[in-house]
Structure formats: structure tokens, C-alpha cells
């Protein structure tokens, strides 16, 4: 019998959002500049408390904009 652990997505991806982002020096503002995004939505993303949803255009934005391949987002630890 295989077990299948449920993730969510969402929580992966923004625990990568912030991660790379942090290791690249930049702020939520400057990513949001850069992805097209406002400086709000992506401190929405990146917050647990949030509950937000994200599109994968979105993601997609945030991945060229951080200069990652967007898989490096969904990757879970």
C-alpha cells in the first residue's frame, strides 16, 4: 500500500518565494517591481497568515523575476 502525504502547494511555493528572494538580497517590494506585481501581493504570498491563492502565471512572474526555473518554487524540502 503507498501512502501519499497531502501538501499544500501554496505553502511550498511560499516558503521558496522567500527563500530565494532572501538569498538574492532583495525585498518584497523590489520582487514585486520586478515580477510586475504589487509590494502587497507578494507579502500576501509569502504570509501564512494569509490566505491567499496565486496563479501560475503569477508564480511564473515571480520565477523570471528572480531568475529561477519556476520548478525550484514547487520543490518541497
Do not use: C, P, W
Not at 1 to 12: A, E, L, T
Not at 32 to 52: P, W
Not at 56 to 75: C, F, G, P, R, W
Amino acid at each position: 500500500m503507498i501512502i501519499v502525504k497531502k501538501v499544500n502547494i501554496y505553502d511550498i511555493a511560499r516558503t521558496n518565494i522567500k527563500k530565494y528572494r532572501t538569498q538574492k538580497n532583495l525585498t518584497q517590494a523590489q520582487l514585486a517591481d520586478a515580477a510586475g506585481l504589487s509590494h502587497e501581493y507578494v507579502r500576501h504570498i509569502e504570509s501564512k497568515k494569509v490566505a491567499k491563492d496565486f496563479s501560475l502565471e503569477t508564480l511564473y512572474d515571480i520565477a523570471v523575476a528572480l531568475d529561477i526555473k519556476i520548478s525550484l518554487l514547487l520543490e518541497e524540502e
